[in-house]
T-cell receptor
Framework: GENVEQHPSTLSVQEGDSAVIKCTYS??????FPWYKQELGKGPQLIID?????GEKKDQRIAVTLNKTAKHFSLHITETQPEDSAVYFC??????????FGTGTRLTVIP | DGGITQSPKYLFRKEGQNVTLSCEQN?????MYWYRQDPGQGLRLIYY???????QKGDIAEGYSVSREKKESFPLTVTSAQKNPTAFYLC???????????FGDGTRLSIL
């Protein structure tokens, strides 16, 4: 199956600073790259996704960048707020119906 | 509103007992999934189903069983063979192909 590595595993930032989380993958056939946010006691929710025909996508304070040559994609959160504190997962599906999640990054935004 | 519903939210299992976790979706999604999440850990795939009456084992299927008799429903049974069942169980569904997964809010299973 797909080999997914996510870094860092934990990240603490001051409120207002930026946070960046990176995922690397192994399957060159991957062409869809979602990011999920999981709040305590809840299921993960999609926050942003990108397809391989673009290199960057933004949605307000959240952006995702994709480098297909290097096989990695990153989540960028700017002007972080306390409500951004959660666990974030990347998941590049290998084009079929399996889904392999990264190990998650616990983001803490310090007020 | 369309969504995916897991029940119960909390479940307790006695020694030697099988328990069944419910997962229902009204999103008309073909594919459904069960994951296990241990404290501070990522998601591990237990079983998945791409179509009614068909399902495949994931990475950690031992001690679990599923059925997919209806498109909307994908119940997970944690059998007595699963020696360490305490975990947070998440169900998800998605359309076929490169689409995002929609998750329920999970069931937390504990041992009495």
């Amino acid at each position: 199956g797909e080999n997914v590595e996510q870094h860092p595993s934990t990240l603490s930032v001051q409120e207002g600073d930026s946070a960046v989380i990176k995922c690397t993958y192994s399957d060159s056939a991957s062409n869809y790259f979602p990011w999920y946010k999981q709040e305590l006691g809840k299921g993960p929710q999609l926050i942003i996704d990108i397809r391989s025909n673009v290199g960057e996508k933004k949605d307000q304070r959240i952006a995702v960048t994709l480098n297909k040559t290097a096989k990695h994609f990153s989540l960028h959160i700017t002007e972080t707020q306390p409500e951004d504190s959660a666990v974030y997962f990347c998941a590049p599906p290998p084009g079929a119906n399996n889904l392999f999640f990264g190990t998650g990054t616990r983001l803490t935004v310090i007020p | 509103d369309g969504g995916i519903t897991q029940s119960p939210k909390y479940l307790f299992r006695k020694e030697g007992q099988n328990v069944t976790l419910s997962c229902e979706q009204n999103l008309n999604h073909d594919a459904m999934y069960w994951y296990r999440q241990d404290p501070g850990q990522g998601l591990r795939l237990i079983y998945y189903s791409q179509i009614v009456n068909d399902f495949q084992k994931g990475d950690i299927a031992e001690g679990y069983s599923v059925s997919r008799e209806k498109k909307e429903s994908f119940p997970l049974t944690v059998t007595s063979a699963q020696k360490n069942p305490t975990a947070f169980y998440l169900c998800a569904s998605k359309r076929v192909g490169n689409q995002p997964q929609h998750f329920g809010d999970g069931t937390r299973l504990s041992i009495l």
